[in-house]
Nanobody, 123 residues
Framework: QVQLVESGGGLVQAGGSLRLSCAASGLTFWNYVMGWFRQAPGKEREFVAAISWNGGSTNYADSVKGRFTISRDNAKNTVYLQMNSLTPEDTAVYYC????????????????WGQGTQVTVSS
């Protein structure tokens, strides 16, 4: 079965950096658009970033543009999210997700989801 496993979350001070990873199995990874979403307490899950099957196209939420970078390594079946200049507003559970077709910022268009990794940014 398809599994997406996130890692790399943790506690970091404001202004710091974290790199999240998401290892995929059970699917033909290079066929899938990969996305990162996040959900803060009491809020809806929101789009963060997405990357095309070959990494040639990326898309970001306005709130993270210039600070976060999504990338992928198809040889390792892994997608990454480099997060720099973190603020307390970035505190959330971060999820990776996979979908076939073109990129999307809509969570219901993603077929597969990981369990999430907690990112906490202290002020």
């Amino acid at each position: 079965q398809v599994q997406l496993v996130e890692s790399g979350g943790g506690l970091v001070q404001a202004g710091g950096s974290l790199r999240l990873s998401c290892a995929a199995s059970g699917l033909t990874f290079w066929n899938y658009v990969m996305g990162w979403f996040r959900q803060a307490p009491g809020k809806e899950r929101e789009f963060v970033a997405a990357i095309s099957w070959n990494g040639g196209s990326t898309n970001y939420a306005d709130s993270v543009k210039g600070r976060f970078t999504i990338s992928r390594d198809n040889a390792k079946n892994t997608v990454y999210l480099q997060m720099n200049s973190l603020t307390p507003e970035d505190t959330a559970v971060y999820y990776c997700a996979a979908r076939l077709g073109s990129w999307s910022s809509l969570r219901y268009e993603y077929a597969y989801w990981g369990q999430g990794t907690q990112v906490t940014v202290s002020s």
